[in-house]
């Protein structure tokens, strides 16, 4: 009991550095954004969403490279997904004046294009399990580097449709903004976020071990929670001034980035990276509710009204309680 409450109390110590190094490093981007002359759409959607998804970046290519855990990567990056979707924009939406606005940008764009990345992240490993298949219990494939291309040609077609809308709305440099001191903060908040990414990748790990669990399934929980932090921060504070497109834009760029981008650098990095489909699927289900979920809240009226904000709120203790259930014994979606 001793030990699994320093793991705990290891994980609440190492988001608090992630914070910290997120406040730091989402001032930079937001700085840097203003100083190029980024369009609030974009900002939102790439500059903020690539910043504030570096402890998923992080997450990934810690526990793969150092810790030979790629699912607890994947574990983080869908965990972490799955939060961005639903508390994040229901924190938002309550933070602010009560209701959050969208629009047919952020919903048919933006959302539609999130959706074409889960697919597309599913089909990646569905085809290393067809087409480079290992021996073992289960359906297990390995994700080949040039598998991993696959989701990342999707994201530069991503970054490229955002590249013609900002020469469609151009937007004047700030000349007064500091872009070298910018870029030095940038760097600094990225050294913190990497040493509290490596405390929630440990506790994880030490909580799968001592519960007898997967440790993906902590990652999905401790490692996403506390890696979405710097997303809470952003999408918060622009929903509170106002900003809802950009709050938004955050949320689903910075699921599109961890989706397209994290989880194949881990495969870049490493050369090829098992992983089990039984695992998979379940994860993956879950996060294709959530967006399901998301998507027709953020439609109905082009608005997100407190009731619905609870409502996203609520599907996310339902996502904790499978975790919770699964990490007892209760019950077995994913094997143990």
């Known amino acids: 009991m001793f030990g699994v409450l320093t793991l705990l109390g290891l994980a609440v110590v190492a988001t608090a ?34 910043g504030s998804s570096m402890p998923e970046l992080m997450s990934v290519i810690l526990a793969t490279l150092v810790h030979g855990e790629f699912e607890l990567g994947v574990g983080a990056i869908v965990g972490s997904a799955v939060f961005n979707l639903l508390v994040i924009p229901g924190l938002a939406a309550l933070a602010g004046p009560k209701e959050m606005p969208t629009n047919r940008d952020l919903v048919y764009k933006e959302s539609l294009f999130y959706m074409l990345a889960v697919a597309v992240l599913l089909l990646t490993f569905s085809l290393a399990v067809i087409y480079y298949p290992l021996e073992g219990t289960g359906l297990q494939g390995e994700v080949t580097r040039a598998l991993a291309l696959f989701p990342l040609s999707l994201y530069a077609l991503y970054v490229f449709t955002q590249y013609l809308d900002a020469t469609e709305d151009e937007q004047q440099p700030d000349a007064s903004v500091d872009r070298a001191r910018a870029w030095r903060w940038f760097g600094l908040g990225l050294v913190v976020i990497i040493v509290g990414v490596e405390g929630l990748v440990r506790a994880a790990i030490g909580l799968g071990d001592a519960f007898g669990t997967p440790a993906f399934l902590w990652g999905m929980t401790v490692v996403a929670a506390g890696s979405s932090v710097p997303d809470a921060f952003v999408s918060i504070v622009a929903a509170r001034s106002g900003r809802a497109s950009v709050s938004l834009a955050n949320v689903l760029g910075s699921n599109i980035f961890d989706l397209l981008v994290a989880v194949p650098i881990g495969v870049l990095l490493a050369g090829a990276l098992a992983v089990t489909f039984a695992h998979i699927v379940p994860m993956m289900a879950f996060l294709v509710l959530a967006t399901v979920v998301f998507f027709a809240i953020s439609r109905t009226g082009m608005l997100l009204s407190e009731r619905e904000a609870w409502l996203l709120l609520g599907f996310y203790g339902l996502f904790v309680s499978w975790l919770v259930l699964e990490s007892i014994g209760v019950v077995n979606v994913v094997p143990t």
């Open 17 to 50: 550095v992630v914070w910290q190094g997120s406040i730091w490093l989402e001032s930079s981007t937001d700085q840097l954004a203003v100083g190029y002359g980024v369009p609030p759409i974009v900002q939102g959607a790439i500059i903020a969403a690539a």
